[in-house]
Structures are given as structure tokens and as C-alpha cells.
């Protein structure tokens, strides 16, 4: 049967037909596809902020494909997004489906299927993703986000079991909530995490989360986290104590479930990289997936029901974008690779586009800026004149993997960017955090060719197997289409661009038409 799936969500909106994923923030060009406090983000291009009305959450895309799906249509959604719509899909469409809302599983692969409706919880869809993509045949699973349907968070043993968790662990919560206190934004938890280098260890702030964990009105939104002060102790030392709590409370929850030696972790709270190498201590195989938030949601569903209608276990590509075709870049030079590793070297930052999108918020590859990781003050040219950001923001490396133990105190591989380990040399600063940490890609040349010969030449240039990689933007969500990728290009201190097999220069620009539409 043909599946086509949806996440209704209240931020990254997405479907997957087993195929292609699409991320609706690369179209609508708002990060998240504007988040329900919108006021608290700024405009991709103005700079200024953006009021509700001028833009809306639009679900219009999803009541098209339930009304005109041939065979099989798949979903899972979030209580903050499904409030949206509620009211008009079950009185309408889904009339004849209103049992979905009391639908709590028991097993990862319970589900709801009538009448070519198929449903799963959103922690389902977590769970499935990272298990199925994992190869495991076996395997523990974390799927803990901020907010779902039934869960905040679920533990899924060997046998399928699911253990609700939201009681004990509504740590994406806190992470938002403390975002949201720090100036951040509440989808700003990656910018707090950032901060944890900064910080220290505050009796102070972990004695008010654990009041903020053990408050009976937290789920009620009354709880009393506003009254922290922020101001008398600081934002760094709050990122380092919540970092430090939510270590200990996976350690006291999550690890005496422990069943197996295999882990699969997903859903928001999995970006964490210091929480997923704290679990290669534990468990000898961790598999964390490129797209674990809710960009990620409709690809979990669309596996669970081909698993379970269809009988097959399918595997997501990482590179699962639109292959955008319908341009031609006007331009003589032709990518070599030596002399792009050679101008790397040479200090230049470079825009380098390929192929299909990867899925998540992390560019592994095909969405990426490069550049010299041995430069120790890279970090400041790129925050500073591209991605346009708080100067506290590191960046990672991508490191050929046969040579990723010679720089990382890590004993596992880490293909998605997806674990933050101890740097063990002196030769990358340019990748290195204050605390003396990076959140790593490791590469083989399988995963990404051209990429991977990319470094290889850098390599043999330099003799450092990495280079500086961060996803393709400037203030905006990671660019899909080559025009995406030209206009930040001039928009930003970028030296040169590739995309796919040509080369453009700033010196070109002034005077030539880099690019047509058919």
C-alpha cells in the first residue's frame, strides 16, 4: 500500500511520501515555520520583529493531501499544533476518527488504522525513526522531547515496552522554559546549550529545578520558573546547571531500565550532544539519527506504518531534498577539488551546495560552510560576517573517519553531528569549544564522496583530516535551492560557492549572470 505522511505540528511542519522529505521551513524560509510565539522571533530579512499577523500557521497543505490521498494517509501531531486544527478536522475529515484522541499505545508499534487513516503518537514516531534507520535488530530507545500528544518522554526496552517517562523527564520543557527566561526564545535550547562552556555549577539554580521538576503545576503552566534570577546569577551558570541536571536525572531514571546494549535516541531533547556521549559510557552501540526533532516526525510515521501494513523496514536517506535541476549556472570554472582544499587552506570560507538536502538541522555535507579549523579565529569571522550570530557559538568539525581517534576522546563513530567529546589536540582551534569540546561529524567516503575527497585533499595540504563544517545560512533556515544559496552568498562575506560541479567568486558577481531558471 502507498503511504504518504504529515506531521502536524506546531512548529516544522513536514511530509514524506518514502522519498522525498519535505522540510516546510526551507520554503516558508522562517525557522521552525514560525513557532507559536512568534513575537519573540525576528524577520529572516528586516531584521525586525515580526507581529502574529503577519504571518499564520498553515495547515492547508495537510487538509489538501487527507482529502486527495489515493491509498494511505499517516500521521502523528503534537497537542500545541493539533489545537490549530482540531475543531475543523474532526468535524470534518476525520469525523469518523475521533477515538484518535484518547489513543495512548503500549508498544512501540500499537497503532490506529481505519478506513486508510493511519495514527501514531508523536513519541512513536521518534522511537520508530531512530530504531528503524539504527539497523538494530535489538535496541533500548529515549525518545524525549519537549512536547507530544500522551508523552514528554518515553523509554522503549528490547521488547518493545514503551515506560512513560513524562512525569520523571520533561527536560525539553525545562530547556524551553529556561530559553525562553534567558532571552532565547522557546526554541532557543540550542543557544543555551551553547552557553554550558561559559558556566558553573550553582546549588542556586539546581535546587530550583528540582522544585520546577517536583511542582504538581508545571503541566498546568503555573508553575513558578519566572522567579529565578536570572539577573544576580547569570545565563552561563543556568546553562551549566541544567546541563548538569539533566545528566543526573537520565543517569537516575533512563540508565536502571537499561535492557540491552544497543541505544537509539530521538526527539527534540536528542540534540544534546554532551547527554548522547554520556551514553557511550553505558551502552556499547549509540545511534542517534540526523533529523531527531519534529523535522523529522513524518519520516518515524511513514516507517511505522510501512513496517506494519507493508511489512518492510524502511530506511530513510539522509540526502532526502527535492534534487533542484531546473537551473544552469552560467559559469566557465569547473570544481576542481584540489584547489578548493588548497583555498580553504589559504584562509578562504566556503559556501559549498550538492545535490539533495540532508534531513535535520544539521549540514552533513550537501548545505555546508567550509573552512581551515586550524584558524583560531575562525570562529569569530564566520559568527561575525556570515552567520550573523552570538559570538558564544561554536562550531564543529568534520573528520575523516579512520582518522577521528587521533583528535576525539570518543569511542564511537558520529556520522549526524550528533555527540560533543573532548578535543585531544592543540592542531584545530578553530573547532574547539572553552571547554575544550567538539560536536563532531566523523565521514567516510560512502556517506559523502565528494565531500570526503574534499578533506582528503585538505588533508594531504595540510595534514589535518577536518575541516570547519556549519550549515548553510545566514539567520534563516539551512538553504534548499541553488537561488537560496546565491543570495546568501552575496549577502554574506563568503568567498567563494559551489554548487554541485561549478565554482563562483565575489569577483564574478559584479559583472555576470551567475545563474537562470528553465
Known amino acids: 500500500m502507498k503511504i504518504y505522511s504529515v506531521a502536524l505540528n506546531l512548529h516544522d511542519q513536514n511530509t514524506y511520501d518514502g522519498v522525498f522529505h519535505k522540510q516546510m521551513e526551507r520554503y516558508t524560509r522562517f525557522k521552525h515555520n514560525i513557532p507559536y510565539h512568534v513575537d519573540a522571533y525576528e524577520h529572516h530579512n528586516e531584521g525586525d520583529k515580526l507581529n502574529v499577523d503577519d504571518y499564520r500557521l498553515n495547515f492547508d497543505f495537510v487538509e489538501e493531501y487527507f482529502e486527495n490521498h489515493k491509498d494511505i494517509l499517516a500521521f502523528s501531531y503534537t497537542n500545541g499544533g493539533i489545537r490549530h486544527v482540531k475543531d475543523s478536522l ?4 476525520l469525523k469518523d476518527h475521533k477515538e484518535i484522541l484518547d489513543y495512548k499505545p503500549k508498544k512501540l508499534f500499537d497503532n490506529y488504522f481505519k478506513d486508510g487513516i493511519y495514527y501514531i503518537d508523536h513519541h512513536q514516531s521518534h522511537a520508530t ?4 534507520n539504527s539497523g538494530y535488530d535489538k535496541s533500548d530507545i529515549l525518545a524525549i522531547d519537549g512536547i507530544g500528544a500522551k508523552y514528554r518522554c518515553i523509554f522503549v526496552d528490547k521488547d518493545e515496552n514503551i515506560t512513560d517517562l513524562s512525569k ?28 554550558v562552556a561559559y558556566g558553573k555549577y550553582s546549588d542556586y539554580y539546581y535546587n530550583a529545578l528540582q522544585m520546577i521538576l517536583d511542582d504538581p503545576r508545571r503541566e498546568k503552566g503555573n508553575s513558578s520558573h519566572s522567579l529565578l534570577e536570572i539577573e544576580r546569577f547569570g545565563k552561563e551558570d543556568l546553562a551549566f546547571t541544567l546541563q548538569q541536571f539533566t545528566l543526573d536525572k537520565i543517569k537516575e531514571h533512563v540508565y536502571p531500565l537499561k535492557t540491552c546494549e544497543n541505544i537509539c535516541l530521538s526527539g527534540g531533547v536528542a540534540y544534546n550532544g554532551y547527554m548522547n556521549e554520556e551514553f557511550t559510557k553505558i551502552y556499547e552501540n549509540v545511534y542517534v539519527p540526523p533529523a531527531i526533532g519534529d523535522e523529522g516526525q513524518a519520516i518515524g510515521v511513514y516507517q511505522h506504518a510501512d513496517w506494519c501494513l507493508n511489512k518492510n523496514r524502511h530506511i530513510a536517506n539522509v540526502f532526502a531534498g527535492k534534487l533542484h535541476s531546473d537551473f544552469i549556472i552560467i559559469e566557465d570554472e569547473t570544481l576542481d577539488i584540489t584547489s578548493i582544499a588548497q583555498a580553504i587552506a589559504d584562509g578562504k570560507i566556503v559556501g559549498w551546495y550538492q545535490g539533495k538536502s540532508e534531513s535535520g538541522n544539521r549540514a552533513l555535507g550537501n548545505r555546508s560552510i567550509l573552512a581551515d579549523p586550524r584558524n583560531p579565529n575562525i570562529k569569530d569571522t564566520i559568527n561575525h560576517t556570515i552567520k550573523k550570530r552570538e559570538d558564544f557559538r561554536p562550531f564543529a568539525p568534520v573528520v575523516l573517519e579512520e582518522h577521528y581517534k587521533e583528535y576525539f576522546e570518543t569511542n564511537q563513530t558520529s556520522p549526524f553531528m550528533s555527540r560533543i567529546v573532548k578535543v585531544k589536540s592543540d592542531k584545530v582551534p578553530g573547532i574547539t569549544h572553552i571547554d575544550n569540546t567538539a560536536r563532531i561529524q566523523t565521514l567516510n567516503r560512502e556517506f559523502n564522496p565528494k565531500l570526503y575527497d574534499l578533506i582528503n585533499e585538505f588533508y594531504k595540504i595540510t595534514g589535518v583530516p577536518m575541516l570547519l563544517n556549519t550549515s548553510f545560512n545566514c539567520r534563516e533556515p539551512i538553504v534548499e535551492t541553488p537561488e537560496q544559496a546565491f543570495k546568501t552568498y552575496r549577502k554574506t562575506d563568503l568567498d567563494i560557492l559551489v554548487i554541485n560541479n561549478k565554482v563562483i567568486r565575489k569577483w564574478y558577481t559584479s559583472t555576470k549572470t551567475i545563474y537562470k531558471e528553465y
Open 129 to 132: 525513526y531512530a530504531f528503524i
Open 168 to 195: 520523571e523527564l520533561p527536560l525539553g520543557w525545562i530547556w524551553n522554559q529556561m530559553s525562553k527566561l534567558t532571552g532565547f526564545g522557546p526554541l532557543g535550547a540550542s543557544k543555551l546549550m551553547g552557553l
Open 90 to 93: 474532526f468535524k470534518g475529515i
